[in-house]
């Protein structure tokens, strides 16, 4: 399984970005994103299974940032609105080989492949 990300960048305070995440190979069940800010552990974003059902947002970014996936094309997008400086961080795509519980899907060990990152970076 390979996971390609795009969208990354450089915006000010209140911005927004629109990331994208395309898989190719085995077939994946769930994909999500994860964060990684300098100096702190991986965190986990938001997720959703690849028939669009079962979106699951952490709390930090509920409101603000919105999964989808589009089947067809085997593409992930994570839309962040409202973005603060505190959302700066390498922003991983990752997909799980298993369908997912919905309470399982924050889990990073669940997943089983990952991208090679894309950066985000918010100016205030």
């Known amino acids: 399984v390979q996971l390609v990300e795009s969208g990354g960048g450089l915006v000010q305070a209140g911005g927004s970005l629109r990331l994208s995440c395309t898989a190719s190979?085995?077939?994946?069940?769930?994909v999500g994103w994860f964060r990684q800010a300098p100096g702190k552990e991986r965190e986990f974003v938001a997720t959703?299974?690849?028939?669009?059902?079962?979106?699951y947002y952490a709390d930090s970014v509920k409101g603000r940032f919105s999964i989808s996936v589009d089947n067809a094309q085997k593409t992930a997008h994570l839309q962040m609105s409202g973005l603060k400086p505190e959302d700066t961080a390498v922003y991983y795509c990752?997909?799980?080989?298993?369908?997912?519980?919905?309470?399982?899907?924050?889990?990073?060990?669940?997943?089983?492949?990952w991208g090679q990152g894309t950066q985000v970076t918010v100016s205030s």
């Open positions: 990752a997909a799980s080989e298993t369908l997912l519980a919905v309470v399982a899907t924050p889990a990073i060990t669940r997943y089983n492949h």
């Open positions: 959703i299974n690849w028939n669009g059902q079962s979106a």
């Open positions: 190979g085995r077939r994946t069940y769930n």
